[in-house]
C-alpha cells in the first residue's frame, strides 16, 4: 500500500516554471514506478512522464513534454518530482502522481497504475 500526496501546483503566467512534488508513504518507494499525469477540464487523463522503479531511466508523453519537463525521483526522501519550464496555457490541468509496483515505466495508461495521489492543480494564464 502507498499513499501519495502531492504539492507544488498553482497559477503562473505563461512561460514560467513550477516544480511539483509527490511525496509517498508506505515502504519500498524505489521499487514503484512513479508517473506523473494530468487531466485538463472535459479531457480525459494523460500521461506526462514516468520514471522507473529501478531509477534506470524516464519517459515522457512526447519531445514537447520532454524539452520542458523533467522527472526525478529521490528515493532517499521518497519524493518524485516534476519540473515543468516555460509553461503553456495548455499546460494547464490537474496534475496526478501515480505509482505502479515494478511495472514498466513506458506504459502510458493509466489503468496500469495501482495507487494515485489527490491531484494538484496548476493554472497557465496567458
Known amino acids: 500500500q502507498v499513499q501519495l500526496v502531492e504539492s507544488g501546483g498553482g497559477l503562473v503566467q505563461a512561460g514560467a516554471s513550477l516544480r511539483l512534488s509527490c511525496t509517498a508513504a508506505?515502504?519500498?518507494?524505489?521499487?514503484?514506478?512513479m508517473a506523473w499525469f494530468r487531466q485538463a477540464p472535459g479531457k480525459d487523463r494523460e500521461f506526462v512522464a514516468s520514471?522507473?522503479?529501478?531509477?534506470?531511466?524516464?519517459?515522457y508523453k512526447n519531445p514537447s513534454v520532454k524539452a520542458r519537463f523533467t522527472i526525478s525521483r529521490d528515493n532517499a526522501k521518497n519524493t518524485v518530482y516534476l519540473q515543468m519550464n516555460d509553461l503553456r496555457p495548455e499546460d494547464t490541468a490537474v496534475y496526478y502522481c501515480?505509482?505502479?509496483?515494478?511495472?514498466?515505466?513506458?506504459?502510458?495508461?493509466?489503468?496500469?497504475?495501482?495507487?494515485w495521489g489527490q491531484g494538484t492543480q496548476v493554472t497557465v494564464s496567458s
Open positions: 520514471s522507473s522503479w529501478a531509477s534506470t531511466g524516464t519517459y
Open positions: 501515480a505509482a505502479d509496483y515494478k511495472g514498466s515505466y513506458t506504459l502510458m495508461s493509466d489503468y496500469e497504475y495501482q495507487y
Open positions: 508506505g515502504r519500498s518507494f524505489g521499487d514503484y514506478v
